[in-house]
């Protein structure tokens, strides 16, 4: 009897907490999405006309590549520099490895606005990079990297990679390191000992990171908007230009559905490579 008197207080004293969530989270998220698969007409019907059409518009197909594209290779890079990263972090002496994940975690600090425009200063046809190509005779004159997808790729790297590797090294300080030990002494090369033990023991924490930053990268603004211009759209800069300048709210409504199908399909992707590795 006790125990279903607690079972009903703890039911009472979540309940404000689930109402606000439905209302304020849940249903207006939920009205959105479901407005893109609203078809206007004499009679209102629910359809996909609105994706037809979007994706009918090669502007729109264009955009939408672009934006998997760089997700994937950010995601992808993000995961191969973070693996060696976390693997030393974790073998890091107990009273330094606060000071290096203090590090790891600083940049996360700095506002994204500020890490953008130290790139733009970069990129620009007098920053560094271009001086020093020039000094080193790799160049003859100032090449154009601002409002590239390279400008992109490179800025939403630096942006998200401490997420891929504070997950990598959560995941890695689990793990014991007898166990890589034990399959070097049994004959594992560097690679197989990865490959065979460090990757499968350490998925979860690529599943996580890797949803991570490739959902950063698909809403992301800032960096793209300053970094790419109005010569790279990315979906989240096309969502703007749809609200703030053509008040097309249709099509960003389908714009939003997209960007949370990506995200959904990208993680469900990483559980069944998981998964499926797992059953090996």
């Known amino acids: 009897m006790v125990a279903h008197d607690k079972k009903r207080l703890g039911i009472l004293l979540v309940t404000p907490a689930l109402i606000f969530t439905v209302v304020c989270f849940l249903l207006p998220v939920l009205a959105l999405l479901l407005d893109a698969f609203r078809v206007d007409g004499p009679v209102a019907h629910w359809g996909l006309d609105r994706f037809l059409a979007f994706f009918a518009e090669p502007l729109n197909r264009q955009v939408f590549m672009r934006t998997l594209r760089i997700a994937a290779l950010v995601t992808l890079f993000s995961a ?19 000071l290096v994940l203090g590090m790891m975690i600083l940049p996360l600090m700095v506002s994204p606005i500020a890490r953008t425009y130290a790139w733009i200063v970069l990129f620009g046809r007098n920053g560094a990079i271009n001086s020093i190509l020039l ?8 090449q154009r990297l601002l409002f590239s997808e390279m400008a992109v790729f490179v800025g939403l790297l630096q942006l998200l990679l401490p997420l891929m590797l504070m997950s990598l090294v959560s995941s890695m300080e689990n793990l014991s ?3 890589t030990l034990a399959a070097s002494t049994l004959g594992a090369n560097a690679w197989q000992v990865f490959a065979r033990v460090t990757l499968p023991l ?12 490739f959902t950063g990268c698909v809403t992301a603004y800032v960096t793209p908007a300053l970094l790419g211009g109005p010569k790279v759209l990315m979906l989240e800069t096309l969502l703007y230009q749809k609200v ?5 709210f249709g099509t960003a409504n389908v714009i939003a559905v997209i960007l949370v199908a990506m995200t959904l399909a990208v993680n469900a992707g990483l559980k069944r490579i998981s998964s499926s590795r797992s059953n090996k």
């Open 177 to 179: 390191r007898d166990i």
């Open 244 to 248: 703030s300048v053509e008040s097309d």
């Open 202 to 213: 350490t998925q979860e924490g690529l599943i996580v990171g890797g949803t991570l930053v």
């Open 80 to 98: 191969l520099l973070s693996y060696p990263a976390a693997q030393a972090i974790v073998r890091v002496s107990p009273r330094y490895r606060g």
């Open 135 to 142: 000094h080193l005779g790799l160049a003859d004159e100032p």
